[in-house]
């Protein structure tokens, strides 16, 4: 077998489609067959199911997949190195990340980043933490940002900073800068905008007043919205008071578009965790940004 044979097989499973592969890869359809077929005449085994409207991989073809994509980054990988050699560092690295990561931590990261290594392009896709572990286990993207553990044994979670999480409220009179505040006075009389189930910081919160005996079913939600911002907004324009990033309210706390609260009790700080697929063989560019983010000189 060679590494057109397994790029090949790669492509038809993650696109579902011969043509789509084929296009994909700049063959002709029936030279992607051919390979797939010379793969299972070599292999002895049939790798794809063909009788149903949209192929998927047998149970060799999801373990040879698995095997394919690890031997084409180890290639990739080998490539890499040699070509930086000749300290010309370049290349894509794929991230999903959670809202927080992926609208207010890793835009600075990937800046600084840029920086140091200017060839280094990125992609990020924003899911919630849960997807984030979900597409890491099943290799959608090289790495994953998000702030909340997933029990996922495909994953492993490293913890790379960590950020305050704050109480928020409308500039609109009925709060003050001076008083302090028990959360249960905040959470039980309300309004409270919430963030939706799967959320880090939904997670964190929730946990941290569960262990205050804070009930969390008598919490007066009048709202639930999916990312951060948009809780902001609802914050801002008077719908109710909310727990929300630091690094997301920093700038609308300068700006005096919000009011963030004192607190009896302060709330806890959040980590922040770097996902990888666990036992896989990563890039030089992934070990390259993992040594740039546990990096004592990397401040946001």
Do not use: W
């Amino acid at each position: 077998m060679d590494f057109k044979q397994l790029e090949a097989y790669v492509k038809v499973i993650e696109l579902s489609s011969f043509s789509r592969a084929a296009e994909a890869i700049f063959l002709s359809q029936p030279s992607v067959s051919a390979y797939i077929n010379g793969l299972e005449r070599e292999l002895g085994t049939v790798l794809i199911n063909r009788s149903t409207k949209e192929l998927s991989p047998t149970l060799a073809g999801r373990i040879f997949y698995e095997n394919a994509r690890e031997l084409i980054a180890l290639k990739q990988n080998t490539l890499g190195r040699l070509k930086n050699l000749s300290g010309n560092l370049s290349g894509e690295i794929s991230i999903l990340a959670s809202t927080v990561p992926s609208q207010y931590v890793l835009p600075r990261v990937l800046a600084c980043f840029n920086k140091v290594y200017p060839d280094i392009s990125f992609t990020v896709k924003q899911k919630d933490t849960v997807d984030v572990a979900r597409g890491i286990a099943a290799q959608k993207a090289e790495i994953g940002f998000c702030g909340g553990l997933v029990k996922d044994d495909k994953c492993e979670f490293k913890e790379f900073m960590t950020e305050k999480i704050v109480f928020i409220a409308p500039r609109n009179g009925k709060y003050s800068d001076t008083r302090e505040y028990s959360p249960e006075e905040l959470l039980y009389e309300g309004p409270f905008v919430a963030r939706e189930k799967g959320s880090g910081t939904g997670t964190q919160y929730e946990n941290h007043f569960a262990g205050q005996n804070i009930d969390i079913s008598k919490i007066n939600v009048c709202a639930c919205f999916d990312n951060t911002q948009s809780i902001i907004n609802a914050v801002i324009n008077g719908l109710g008071v909310s727990v929300v990033s630091e690094f997301a309210a920093r700038v609308f706390i300068e700006q005096k578009m919000v009011l963030p609260l004192r607190l009896t009790y302060g709330l806890p700080e959040r980590k922040l965790y770097y996902v990888l697929k666990k036992n896989f063989f990563h890039s030089h560019l992934i070990e390259l940004f993992v040594e740039f983010l546990c990096s004592p000189a990397l401040k946001i």
